[in-house]
């Protein structure tokens, strides 16, 4: 839990900076606090040069060898889909850091990806740094609202403080959205508080792998058209080239190890890999997902993974059987998976370049690499039949039919467009929970390890002498950082920017790297994410029953969370590592034990309120952007902004006026937000007043009433009005000018939380990809130079 920190510990701290050497004294022990001041000059000043002495006195070092460290981290691909994991999907990097160091069967993280990450590069549990959820779905309470500060410090914090070069790569996730505008703040950016020197990457949860809308620090960059090879470019390709590049840069430049945190957008949804890869997989995945996971299990046990004993955990009612689906359905179904398994080997391709270029720069062996496969468990959020805009799940629509599935798949293309550009396309639950193997459950689930574990492998052949073996210790993401201040000599600071540090609650993992026998250091570890609850103690977990499935938010599921009348499930992890026999009947005292542990946990961590992340969802006043300003006058400089940061223009009553000296020129866009698979756009086309609505591509709604803009200085008008006061409900959009009404239309449902994951809030434009298809080939529609001079939004 945070404390608030005194105006005497700040002038501690000060004091404790200010009368050390941090070339000496800071690294000694007792009281460190970054970042240091300058060492003390030791030259002489006379009156002339000759009677002088120089001295330079440089920026802090990182220890006398200390080495490079570098942490790749997939994004939701499951722990059980890489192929030194039971999985088919040939993954020879991940393999060959197993092969070459260690593997962990129980290395637990969050069961959704921001927190992880944030958990990740701080050391600590996620609600002690306010990340119990995603930043876009962050709350009013100390566990759930995003915010860190230097009592939680970053790791790259800690280490750029002593010498160390510091890059991150690829998804961030870590900055609240309604501050990723142009305008910043830009305090909670990779290169802000937390610490990085650079970054290249994006910032949302996901993005267009062939469109990503990416930054280069605190800088919006043009997507670049093709990858350093010249092909067409994607995001798991081109972050790698940047990636050497920055390498390159560093070698020849810097005389410093290098932190590299480098976490590709892949295999989160959208699943998109290039063409040339779409096919490796034909036909692996006909036989459906009973099979593929009985194989995976078989697999696990010939590799020493699982025990030789070991069964199947039951399969959920609530989850389809292969054989339900017609032969049809069957064919899509196994389609989505063969491009998930593409998407996975081909991220796992360019990460290995990363790695193959430390070799040829004679620094492998000198990097501790961690590489973790996921940031949570298999992602279920495709629901039972897969998705083409998995967007629909996270706005709270039903999942639909295996027969509409295929019907609006039709409308984007067919099954050819699967894995393309234009699809924000996701696979069945069921590929996800057979890819949990040999665990219960998925991502969200934090009760159980199916949402929890992540495949891990770390080599680092100067202080781990196995190679290929398994450490099943039970371990968490917060043991990162104790490992890393340990293997680098960094020390631990006792205080960062005048705060004092909080006491990590992990430790390091190098205790049990050449001694596989070694009882876990790591005893106790609580779960919880979005009301999913859970705890491990000593050998046993204790897993809250899962009140709602995690590919949907029924709003009567949500109403009916009840944090204290869990029911409880009991594992013996001992025993049992899999979590397949629930003991609870049998030992209701440890079932009461370990019950108030994880209250004293969830009490000392700052997880109170339980379920405080679905604050939005069930107290709507925890949305910063709903009590965001209502008045909102923007000009065409104002483009490239997340939607979370521009104005609320979703499920809610807003009037739009925008501003125009019109002529037989005029055309363009006046606003748009997000893309053709959920977004609206207001534009001005063959001197005619346009607007579209996408309902995530569920429903399209397109106003073309054949009205003539007139010359001269107008006022064109939107105000969009809801019918029914209710998640998604329906609207009525007019629309004026110079206050006389010309048209209106209704939209059949309206997007209550994101038309997008990805794309942005343009004022006379439409950056990335186009909401309208019609002026796809105009690229981004600017408005007619000069011609819109504002645009005002006025929020109820």
């Not at 039971?86 to 070459?100: A, C, L, V």
């Not at 962050?138 to 750029?160: E, F, M, V």
């Not at 010939?302 to 069964?311: D, Q």
């Not at 996701?426 to 949990?436: E, M, N, R």
Request: a negative charge; aromatic letters at 12%; charged letters at 20%.
């Amino acid at each position: 839990m945070k404390t608030k920190i005194s105006i005497f510990c700040i002038c501690f701290a000060l004091l404790a900076g200010c009368t050390s050497n941090p070339e000496i004294e800071s690294k000694k022990g007792g009281e460190n606090a970054i970042p240091y001041p300058k060492a003390e000059w030791k030259g002489k000043q006379g009156k002339t040069l000759e009677e002088s002495k120089p001295y330079f006195i440089g920026q802090p070092k990182a220890p006398e060898g200390a080495p490079n460290v570098l942490i790749i981290m997939l994004d939701d691909a499951g722990y059980s889909n890489a192929s030194s994991f039971g999985g088919i999907m040939q993954t020879p990097t991940f393999d060959r850091i197993g092969d070459e160091g260690i593997r962990y069967s129980h290395f637990s993280v969050a069961a959704v990806c921001s927190p992880t990450r944030a958990s990740l590069l701080t050391g600590y549990n996620i609600h002690q740094i306010g990340t119990g959820i995603i930043s876009e779905f962050a709350t009013g309470y100390p566990g759930y609202n995003s915010q860190i500060d230097y009592t939680t410090p970053s790791i790259a914090k800690i280490l750029s403080d002593n010498g160390y070069a510091t890059a991150a790569f690829g998804k961030w996730h870590n900055t609240p959205m309604e501050e990723a505008s142009p305008a910043g703040p830009y305090e909670s950016w990779p290169t802000g508080i937390w610490g990085f020197d650079y970054f290249w990457g994006f910032l949302g949860g996901e993005t267009n792998q062939f469109h990503p809308l990416l930054y280069e620090n605190t800088t919006a960059i043009e997507t670049p058209k093709t990858n350093a090879d010249g092909s067409t470019f994607h995001l798991s390709h081109g972050m790698a080239d940047q990636a050497i590049k920055w390498l390159d840069n560093w070698k020849g430049l810097r005389d410093d190890p290098f932190f590299m945190y480098y976490t590709p957008g892949a295999v989160h949804a959208p699943i998109q890999v290039p063409k040339e890869w779409r096919d490796k997989y034909k036909g692996q995945f006909d036989e459906g997902w009973h099979v593929y996971r009985e194989q995976l299990l078989e697999r696990q046990k010939e590799m020493g993974l699982v025990p030789e004993n070991a069964e199947l955990v039951d399969w959920p009612e609530n989850i389809p059987e292969w054989d339900s689906f017609s032969e049809e359905g069957k064919a899509y179904l196994a389609r989505q998976m063969e491009i998930n398994a593409a998407f996975m080997e081909h991220v796992d391709f360019h990460s290995g370049r990363v790695i193959e270029h430390l070799e040829q720069l004679g620094e492998l062996d000198n990097t501790l690499v961690i590489y973790l496969t996921a940031d949570n468990g298999n992602t279920a959020e495709g629901t039972p039949t897969g998705t083409f805009s998995e967007l629909l799940f996270q706005n709270g629509f039903p999942p639909l039919t295996m027969e509409q599935q295929l019907e609006k798949l039709e409308e984007f293309g067919g099954i050819d467009a699967w894995g393309g550009p234009h699809l924000a396309n996701h696979y069945s639950v069921g590929w996800s929970y057979a890819g949990s193997t040999p665990y219960q459950w998925t991502k969200q689930i934090a009760s159980h390890f199916g949402g929890t574990m992540s495949a891990t492998a770390i080599r680092y052949p100067k202080a781990i002498k196995a190679k290929g073996e398994w450490r099943r210790q039970f371990q968490n993401v917060t043991d990162l950082v104790p490992t890393i201040l340990e293997v680098t000599g960094v020390p631990e600071p006792d205080y960062v920017n005048g705060q004092k540090k909080i006491e990590y609650p992990g430790k390091s993992l190098t205790y049990a790297w050449n001694d596989p026998e070694a009882k876990t250091n790591h005893p106790t570890q609580y779960f919880e994410m979005t009301g999913f609850l859970g705890i491990y103690h000593e050998g046993w977990t204790l897993s809250g029953k899962p009140y709602r499935v995690p590919w949907t938010v029924d709003p009567s599921a949500l109403a009916n969370f009840d944090p204290l009348n869990t029911q409880w499930e009991l594992y013996n992890i001992d025993e049992d590592p899999i979590q397949s026999v629930n003991l609870a009947d049998k030992y209701p005292e440890k079932v009461k034990e370990l019950e108030e542990l994880f209250w004293q946990e969830a009490e000392k961590y700052d997880v109170f309120p339980v379920g405080g992340s679905m604050g939005r969802a069930l107290q709507p006043e925890s949305n910063p952007q709903r009590s965001a300003k209502k008045h909102w006058e923007l000009t065409p400089n104002v483009y490239r902004v997340p939607e979370l940061a521009g104005p609320e223009i979703k499920s809610t009553n807003y009037e739009i006026n925008a501003y125009i000296t019109a002529d037989r020129t005029t055309e363009g866009v006046i606003y748009a937000v997000g893309e053709r698979l959920g977004g609206q756009t207001f534009f001005i086309k063959d001197g005619r007043l346009r607007y579209s609505y996408s309902t995530l591509g569920l429903y399209w709604h397109d106003f073309d009433g054949d009205v003539k803009i007139p010359y001269g200085d107008i006022k064109i008008t939107l105000k969009h009005t809801m019918k029914e006061s209710k998640l998604n409900g329906p609207s009525t959009v007019e629309f004026f000018i110079n206050d006389k009404k010309v048209g209106e239309m209704d939209i059949i449902a309206t997007v209550y939380a994101a038309f997008t994951g990805h794309e942005t809030f343009d004022i006379g434009r439409d950056e990335g990809l186009p909401v309208n298809e019609e002026y796809a080939n105009m690229g981004k529609f600017k408005f007619t130079e000069g011609q819109l001079h504002k645009v005002v939004f006025d929020i109820e």
